[in-house]
């Protein structure tokens, strides 16, 4: 049991940040740091990375219990083999060396979209408007960022990676690794993302990353399917 959680861990954990670095929601949350509070949209980033990491990794513990052991054991080889191809065909084609400046140009166009539905109300309309349920108890910055996050993890490869490993690999090690991986990259990203991510090489990250999945998929493949 120790040993499985820890395995499960150590694979998490390596996956999670070869992932996300140089992610788009990495890049999003360098973004915000630069506009916002840092204390604000690291609190909102990390808890929707934490809120998505749990969620992958019980869809990923159930699906064994809905599915026969043998088929996710196939269809997780086949996720890591596949993401491994990806990653590395990013890496020669330099598919996310864009990123950067497409998430910069989304969030700036969200940012005057906003500014100019308020300047165009009136004070009396916005004093009879209520303000939304969840504002009233938390941030509009930190949900901001929480829901910019969130969304653009959701069915990103490192969500889907996340739930072939919690079906193949003890769940309790995938979520600690996991969640983890996801603090680390983004302080990161919220302390000095945007410097940092110009003095990575994405393509050794694509790389690596490309590598690390690979050898997943064929330790998946070599190893016994467990009843």
């Known amino acids: ?8 861990f150590t694979k998490s954990l390596a996956m999670t940040v070869l992932s996300e670095i ?10 915000l740091a630069m506009r ?5 949209v690291l609190s909102g980033c990390l808890g ?20 026969p052991r043998k ?4 269809i997780t080889t086949i996720l890591f083999l596949g993401f491994g191809l990806w990653s590395l ?15 910069e140009k989304e969030l700036n166009a969200d940012m005057k979209s906003n500014s100019g539905e308020t300047k165009d109300k009136d004070a009396d309309d916005l004093k009879k408007q209520s303000r ?5 108890f938390f941030s509009p910055i930190l949900l901001k960022a929480f829901s910019i996050t969130f969304f653009g993890e959701w069915g990103d490869k490192s969500q889907l990676a996340t739930i072939g490993l919690a079906a193949d690999e003890n769940p309790l090690g995938v979520v600690l690794g996991g969640i983890l991986g996801q603090a680390l990259c983004t302080t990161a990203a919220v302390l000095g993302g945007k410097s940092l991510a110009k ?10 990353g490309g590598v690390l999945f690979i050898v997943f998929g064929i330790q998946s493949f070599l190893s016994n399917v467990e009843s």
């Open 132 to 136: 939304p349920f969840l504002t009233q």
């Open 89 to 103: 065909w990013d890496a020669f084609n330099e598919g996310e060396a864009e990123d950067l400046a497409e998430v």
């Open 1 to 8: 049991m120790g040993l499985s959680v820890v395995q499960g």
């Open 199 to 208: 003095q990575i090489s994405e393509k050794i990250v694509a790389l690596s």
């Open 48 to 67: 929707a990375l934490i809120v998505m990491t749990i969620l992958s990794v019980v869809v990923g513990w159930a699906a064994p219990n809905l599915i």
């Open 36 to 40: 916002y509070p840092r204390r604000l």
């Open 71 to 74: 088929w996710t054991h196939h």
């Open 22 to 31: 140089g992610d788009k929601t990495f890049f999003a949350a360098a973004i």
